[in-house]
């Protein structure tokens, strides 16, 4: 019998998903750069309009979140993901295409900003909850890890590629490249052939008469706030978020302003320090199966802290060594973290509660983000692009607290699933959880 390994390098539908996402992955790393650059250097946009621009595009998180998962609860995730994809793509060509016009404005981009990334609600709610229908159970971590890969090797090659790309293009020129792999990403997408069954909008998966759209929003919190595991990763998450936010919101115009780096040397300083990331992908599931899960968890979290304190002391005449060291480090913890945590919610959690989980787990851990950008954006207005780094580094160390307290840093493997609708149970004295199968939770996911 194959391993889980072997049978998904096997598995023809997983291969198409994750070819869709190594491509769009990179050309996204190239928009990532791009942007912030054109309100930078084309539009001379302040520090505080800078951070904006990562604001607004976090902000539907906290306004679609919580509804986006009960409708993909209620609808087959594929088409969400392809829609998703042709959306944002047409979306950011618009950038070029009011650029060659001559006019191109901050306030377009603020658009941008916001509607791919209500696009971008829909889509990761549906990403996050397709893997477990795609895959089997024993292969989550697997299948994350792979994933994973992809995101941080498109991390680490990204932004180099991106940085030529915008010497040789411009920076709104280049977005175009991130626009075409959209496009291929929702067709490689669209060629997956398992089947996905079509949920009943009216009738659950229990034969249960749904409830309103509001009731199962319902729902979908209190299966999170009410499981101590869930509860202990989103407050560990988001307080991780918010103060990293705060940190990194006005980075690039630090590292332009402050730090005197050129675009060139930015797409360096990421794709080196993205290695950590790639270390990260490569080892995240051997560290669980060495240490336990749950201490895995802990402690990729504490790691992501120094990592911040590596940019408050880079010095000027000489900041690369520093900040390519704090890539790594933050690239390393945040990938082992994210690996870890989020096979373990797709594995706890029913499949009628996916999608509600999931949009649960974005609503809380991303929904911090815009107000950490907007805070740091102030704090580096008012104070210093500097002072919002300190900010951030000494906050982010409240982020392993919540785990600390939670039973989730007494688990060694992966648990059974749970119900929706029942209690967690306690982990007994000897670390080994409890989880019968009828009882019932940088970026960080």
């Known amino acids: 019998m194959d391993t889980p390994s072997q049978s998904l390098r096997r598995h023809p539908d997983f291969l198409k998903l994750w070819t869709a996402e190594t491509i769009s992955q ?47 609860d209620r609808l087959r995730r594929r088409p969400i993901l392809i829609a998703g994809d042709i959306g944002r793509g047409i979306l950011l060509l618009s950038i070029p295409i009011a650029f060659e016009a001559g006019d191109l404005t901050i306030w377009q981009l603020y658009v941008v900003g916001f509607v791919t990334g209500t696009l971008t609600v829909f889509f990761d709610v549906a990403y996050q ?26 991390q680490t090659a990204g932004p180099a590629i991106g940085g030529g790309l915008i010497g040789i293009l411009t920076a709104p020129l280049a977005i175009v490249v991130d626009s075409i792999s959209y496009g291929v990403s929702a067709l490689f997408v669209s060629q997956i052939r398992r089947r996905e069954p079509t949920p009943d909008r009216h009738v659950d998966e229990q034969g249960r008469q749904r409830e309103g759209l509001r009731r199962e929003v319902s729902a979908g919190l209190r299966f999170v706030l009410g499981n101590r595991y869930l509860r202990g990763i989103a407050a560990s ?24 780096l050129t675009p060139a040397e930015i797409g360096l300083v990421f794709g080196l320090g993205n290695l950590g990331a790639v270390a990260g992908a490569l080892s995240g599931d051997r560290w669980a199966r060495r240490f336990g899960l749950g201490r895995t968890i802990v402690v990729s979290m504490f790691l992501f802290t ?17 900040l390519v060291a704090s890539g790594l480090l933050t690239g390393f913890s945040t990938v082992v973290y994210n690996i870890n945590q989020v096979s373990f919610r797709q594995a706890i959690t029913p499949a009628t509660m996916q999608g509600r989980m999931n949009a649960t787990m974005r609503f809380v851990v991303w929904g911090t983000i815009p107000i950490g950008q907007v805070i740091g954006g102030i704090i580096a207005t008012a104070v210093g692009l500097s002072a919002a780094i300190w900010v951030g580094a000494f906050g982010s160390l409240l982020a392993v607290v919540p785990l600390l307290l939670s039973p989730i840093r007494t688990l060694t493997t992966m648990p059974e699933p749970i119900d929706a609708g029942q209690p967690i149970a306690e982990p007994p004295g000897d670390g080994a959880p409890d989880l019968p199968p009828d009882a019932p939770s940088v970026l960080q996911r």
Request: proline share 8%.
């Open 26 to 72: 990179f050309g996204t790393q190239v928009s990532l750069l791009a942007i912030p650059l054109v309100a930078v250097t084309l539009l001379q946009a302040s520090p505080f309009e800078v951070a904006l621009l990562g604001t607004v595009e976090f902000l539907p998180f906290i306004l679609f979140s919580l509804p986006a998962g009960a409708w993909v």
């Open 306 to 322: 120094p990592g911040i304190f590596l940019v408050a002391v880079a010095p000027r005449a000489f900041p690369v060594p520093f």
């Open 237 to 260: 998450t988001g307080t991780s978020n918010l103060f990293g936010s705060i940190a990194f919101a006005t980075y690039i115009v630090y590292a332009v302003r402050a730090l005197g």
């Open 129 to 154: 909850s397709y893997l477990p229908s795609l895959v089997e159970r024993d292969q989550l971590v697997e299948g994350n890890s792979k994933l994973e890969i992809t995101r941080t090797l498109a």
